[in-house]
């Protein structure tokens, strides 16, 4: 099946401070999203990206689908950004597709 | 806005009890998915319905059983709880079709003892 790679596996960031979190994934796909696991741990949905690029306030993500990559940019971030950051695809086509994840990035935000 | 609701966001059980997950979603959405969370092993899929009375094994599917007689209704069933069901669980929906969003409920934490 298709394989899931984000890095870095952890992120620290100063307050106000800019990242980049990178998704590989090994073949091509029809879906791709971000999602954001709050402290609580409920999956927030950022971004359905299975191509181009999108941005929502301080979010933007770009999906390459040719070079099988995803990034996810933050900026200005804050101390409610930390969290752990998900990855996941599907490559299956029909009506029973399923999402595979990656392991997470984990970012703290210090104030 | 989407909703999905879980029974539960937390839960203690003992060993050996049947224990119910419900997960309820109001979208209309033809899949519907339990995930188990665990430190250091991200998130593993349990079972998945693409429609009533319809179901599949996901990747972790031994300890659970799985019931969905409406639509917007997905239950996850541990016949007999053990400790190393202690986790993180996680239903989630989307509409049928690969290049659709899927949406996660709040979770049900877990603790058998």
């Known amino acids: 099946g298709i394989q899931v790679e984000q890095s870095p596996p952890d992120l620290i960031l100063q307050e106000g401070a800019n990242s980049t979190l990178r998704c590989n994934f090994s073949?091509?796909?029809?879906?791709l999203q971000w999602f954001h696991q709050n402290p609580w741990g409920q999956l927030i949905n950022l971004f359905y990206?299975?191509?181009g690029t999108k941005q929502n306030g301080r979010l933007s993500a770009t999906t390459v689908a040719t070079e099988r990559y995803s990034l996810l940019y933050i900026s200005s971030s804050q101390t409610t950004d930390s969290g752990v950051y998900f990855c996941?695809?599907?490559?299956?086509?029909?009506?029973?597709?399923?999402?595979?994840f990656g392991k997470g990035i984990t970012l703290s935000v210090r104030p | 806005d989407v909703k999905v609701t879980q029974s539960s966001r937390y839960l203690v059980k003992r060993t050996g009890e049947k224990v119910f997950l419900e997960c309820v979603q109001d979208?209309?959405?033809?899949?519907m998915f339990w995930y188990r969370q665990d430190p250091g092993l991200g998130l593993r899929l349990i079972y998945f319905?693409?429609?009533?009375?319809?179901?599949e094994k996901g990747d972790i599917p031994e300890g659970y059983s799985v019931s969905r007689e409406k639509k917007e209704r997905f239950s996850l069933i541990l016949e007999s709880a053990s400790t190393n069901q202690t986790s993180m669980y996680l239903c989630?929906?989307?509409?049928?079709?690969?290049?659709?969003?899927?949406?996660f409920g709040p979770g049900t934490r877990l603790t058998v003892t």
């Open positions: 996941a695809v599907s490559g299956e086509p029909g009506a029973n597709s399923k999402l595979t």
């Open positions: 073949d091509s796909v029809n879906n």
């Open positions: 990206i299975p191509s």
């Open positions: 979208m209309d959405h033809e899949n």
């Open positions: 319905s693409y429609d009533v009375k319809m179901k």
């Open positions: 989630a929906h989307k509409a049928g079709g690969p290049a659709y969003e899927q949406y």
